[in-house]
Structures are given as structure tokens and as C-alpha cells.
């Protein structure tokens, strides 16, 4: 699924859960959820520039209960 930066941070943050780009905080309590850059592609066609794709990498840490990933479902 395709959805521009701003909607993809809102759709990690309605869940509820603490959100960090890279790196969480010191000591930040469980589940928490990291997202980091990973790549970027231009899709073309006619050799002209279609769209910019960022792809990014989400990560949820836990203490490793099924409630904690009930909440993304």
C-alpha cells in the first residue's frame, strides 16, 4: 500500500503506542514501535519521474505478550 509520510506517521500513532524515528528514548517502557528510513526508489515512465518511493522499516518491541500486538490488528 502506497500512502504519502504524513498518513503513514498517523496510522503508527493511532495505535496507540509510543512512536520514535530511528531510535526510541533511554529506558522507554514496553511496546514501543520504530520506524527507520530504508530506502528510496523513483518509479519512471516515458523517462519522466512518476513518483519518489520511501520505504521504511517498522519495528515493535515488547515484552513479548499477543496483547501488545492485538492493538496493530
Do not use: C
Amino acid at each position: 500500500m502506497w500512502v504519502d509520510f504524513e498518513t503513514f506517521r498517523s496510522l503508527l500513532k493511532r495505535t496507540g503506542i509510543p512512536v520514535y524515528r530511528n531510535k526510541a528514548v533511554n529506558n522507554e517502557d514496553y511496546p514501543f514501535i520504530v520506524y527507520t528510513h530504508a530506502f528510496e526508489k523513483d518509479k519512471r515512465a516515458s523517462n519522466k519521474l512518476v513518483r519518489n518511493i520511501k520505504t521504511f522499516q517498522v519495528s515493535l518491541f515488547t515484552k513479548g505478550t499477543e496483547e501488545d500486538i492485538n492493538v496493530l490488528t
